[in-house]
């Protein structure tokens, strides 16, 4: 216990006690499963006890560990509200919101997102960043990002979250004489062409399959873009699953993916901090997109 513990483990360790899963806490924190266990196993070593048990029936915390993780969220809490006090206090007339977003986002969104943000009692500048999955988390844990919109594919343990949207999605194919809804269970015959799992798409896509203990076929290369999933397809190379507004025209080649006749669907949300001290205007900005979905705008 003479060496300092890692800030990067206590997190690792307080997704885990949150999901109560080893590989979810790594989905939230956008690192690989190997990578987060080794942070937690370290912080193990200079605990001098383990936290976790894990069996077939999943990830149950040690006595050791039901004793320390209260502690561990506790000191957590007590840094990140350090970190928004300085902010608060360095910043008391912020005027603008960074938003960052995945490449998944389409536009209609951030144009709500500016329009909410300028008719804000206190109107504020809108800044833009579009990144990966795992930079967006990063930033927004730093503080360098306010709020992020992204795909409700991971969990990220004690953000505030709101589901902003939802979008069919569509099986982009090869064959173009065919445009009738498919069948998530007759989908699993297919192969599909992914993408780098840099956006969420990948990772929906793999739950997708992984909720119905489907199989899911691969290529074994990876597109660089959605534009580059139509065109491999068209070479007869697999199939691509996409958000309906990724098709970069109507004209090509899809059917409408579904489940029991039912659309299958992605879910969007937005996700920032509670002690942000821009909470009240990232509340409102959730909330008008999230009512802006309901009311089917």
């Known amino acids: 216990m003479n060496e ?11 997704a885990v006690a949150e999901t109560k899963s080893f590989s979810a806490a790594a989905r939230a924190y956008g690192v690989t499963q190997p990578a987060l266990s080794n942070g937690v196993a370290k912080l193990e070593e200079r605990l001098g006890g383990r936290l976790f048990d894990r069996s077939p029936r999943g990830v149950t915390q040690t006595a050791f560990g039901a004793r320390i993780l209260p502690l561990v969220e506790r000191a957590l809490v007590a840094l990140d509200a350090v970190g928004a006090e ?47 999955m795992q930079d967006l988390r990063a930033c927004l844990l730093a503080g360098q990002l306010d709020i992020i919109l992204i795909p409700a594919v991971a969990a990220m ?86 958000p309906r507004s990724k098709l970069t025209s109507p004209d090509v080649p899809h059917r409408p993916l579904v489940d029991a006749g039912r659309e299958v669907q992605i879910s969007f949300e937005a996700v920032w901090s509670a002690d942000s001290p821009l909470g009240d205007d990232l509340l409102h900005l959730a909330d008008s997109l999230a009512s802006t979905r309901a009311g089917g705008t």
């Open 4 to 14: 300092r513990l890692n800030l990067e483990g206590l997190r690792y360790a307080q």
């Open 86 to 132: 300085a902010r608060r206090l360095n910043e008391p007339a912020q005027q603008k919101i960074r938003m960052g977003m995945s490449p998944l986002i389409g536009s209609r969104l951030v144009a709500q997102a500016f329009g909410v943000v300028r008719d804000l009692p206190a109107p504020r500048d809108l800044v833009l960043r579009e990144a990966n």
């Open 157 to 242: 343990p004690r953000f505030e979250h709101r589901v902003i949207d939802v979008e069919p999605i569509v099986v982009v194919t090869p064959d173009a004489a065919d445009a009738a809804p498919l069948e998530l269970e007759d989908a699993g015959k297919e192969r599909f062409i992914l993408v780098p799992d840099t956006c969420g798409l990948t990772t929906f896509t793999r739950q997708l399959f992984e909720a119905q203990e489907m199989p899911l076929l691969t290529y074994p290369g990876e597109a660089a873009g959605y534009q580059v999933l139509e065109d491999w397809t068209r070479l007869g190379l697999g199939s691509a699953i996409v």
